[in-house]
């Protein structure tokens, strides 16, 4: 069974494999186009992994994590089972950022337990190691599971569950590459920005051309919608946010659109404090990705730009109760009354209990429109 709601904001109940039609109505693409929805769409980043039982299972039957995402059944099994369990209003391409790297060849490795390991890159020889050329054809087995992805959700009744698509934003994918990890403060990235601008504005460039390319394809594979998740947007001083995020995200939404002028790009430059506005106005995407460090006021203020998405705290879930309610609450009587999608502010802890997943979809769900 799934749970709908009627126009009047009454929960109805309908048999979930009831024949779903294509045209059917999408809350969060509505969301995103500016239109009223009778319900907030809500979904998760990170809603798939391993908060999840069944996702653990299938990780060890498949004996790691880039066997999973280079696998399109297995990949658009995990894909859905968030959907499955909670009836998001998105289902999210089961993929990580890094596989933009693996496919430029560069050498890419998770180990059981802990982030990601790249060969990092300190030197123009390490560059030139690369192979562009085979990037478009690696990921194929990415684009076959967001088709696999269209069709599950279709076949399972999921008609109004919309399909994102993602990429890492240029500056957060070429941080990686060049410290080679997970790291607080991304110290050799920022060394190479300061002192071989030369080939980080390299690295930047064939970078920012990979993510147009991926992004198109996956665009053509089936996604209704991109986010460009800028993670370590906030390590950037004001005059490194406007070159090195704001100006590569408006390259990658004009090449988008000017192919695609309906397709809804939400950009998520976390940590962006002060720049979120500025942002905003000036990179030409559709909706606008809030980490929880950004107040409600400042929330609303943003939303008089663009759609806003956001901003639970996932510790906050992680610890449920009381003050989960609390902040639900909060952050839905300020912001539903506007273009709003509720999600975290930073991706789902490993350790969330499901039971507080569920709390969550229920409070949002039962809150009054
Ligand atoms: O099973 C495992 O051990 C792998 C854990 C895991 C998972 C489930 C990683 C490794 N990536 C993912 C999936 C993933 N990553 C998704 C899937 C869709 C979803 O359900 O939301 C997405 C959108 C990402 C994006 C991603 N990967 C980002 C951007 C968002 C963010 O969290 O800031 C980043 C920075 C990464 C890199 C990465 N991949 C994995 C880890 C543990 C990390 C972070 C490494 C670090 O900085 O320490």
């Known amino acids: 069974m799934r749970r709908y709601w009627s126009e009047s904001g009454k929960r109805i109940l309908v048999r979930k494999n009831i024949q779903a039609k294509e045209e059917a109505v999408k809350p969060f693409l509505e969301v995103l186009a500016g239109r009223n929805s009778p319900v907030v769409p809500f979904w998760f980043m990170r809603q798939a992994g391993r908060y999840l039982p069944e996702y653990r299972d299938l990780r060890a039957r498949k004996g790691g994590f880039l066997e999973l995402v280079m696998d399109p059944d297995a990949a658009c099994e995990v894909t859905m089972q968030p959907v499955r369990r909670f009836g998001m209003s998105a289902a999210i391409l089961f993929s990580d950022i890094l596989v933009v790297p693996l496919a430029m060849g560069q050498t890419l490795g998770f180990a059981a337990g802990e982030g990601p390991v790249l060969d990092p890159i300190r030197l123009e020889s390490d560059f030139a190691k690369l192979d562009y050329a085979r990037f478009s054809k690696a990921l194929d087995p990415v684009y076959r599971t967001l088709k696999n992805v269209r069709g599950a959700l279709q076949d399972e009744g999921f008609g109004d569950t919309a399909l994102i698509g993602f990429s890492g934003s240029p500056w957060t994918v070429a941080a990686y590459m060049i410290e080679g990890k997970g790291s607080k403060d991304f110290a050799s990235a920022k060394r190479m920005l300061r002192e071989n601008p030369a080939l980080f504005e390299k690295i930047m460039r064939d970078v920012t051309d990979a993510t147009v390319d991926y992004l198109l394809r996956q665009i053509e594979a089936g996604a209704e919608a991109v986010q460009l998740f800028d993670s370590w947007a906030g390590l950037l001083d004001t005059e490194e946010f406007e070159k090195w995020v704001m100006e590569p995200t408006k390259k990658i939404t004009d090449k988008i659109h000017v192919k695609h002028p309906d397709m809804k790009i939400i ?103």
């Open 267 to 369: 950009g998520f430059p976390r940590g962006a404090g002060p720049h979120y506005a500025p942002y905003a106005k000036k990179t030409g995407i559709d909706g606008l990705g809030l980490d929880q460090a950004v107040s409600v006021e400042e929330a609303r203020d943003l939303q008089k730009i663009l759609p806003v998405q956001g901003n639970l705290d996932p510790q906050i879930l992680l610890a449920g109760g009381e003050k989960l309610d609390a902040t639900i609450d909060h952050i839905l009587e300020n912001l539903s009354h506007g273009p709003f999608i509720f999600n975290l502010g930073h991706g789902i802890d490993k350790n969330t209990p499901v039971a507080h997943v569920e709390q969550m979809v229920r409070r949002i769900r039962e809150f009054p429109s």
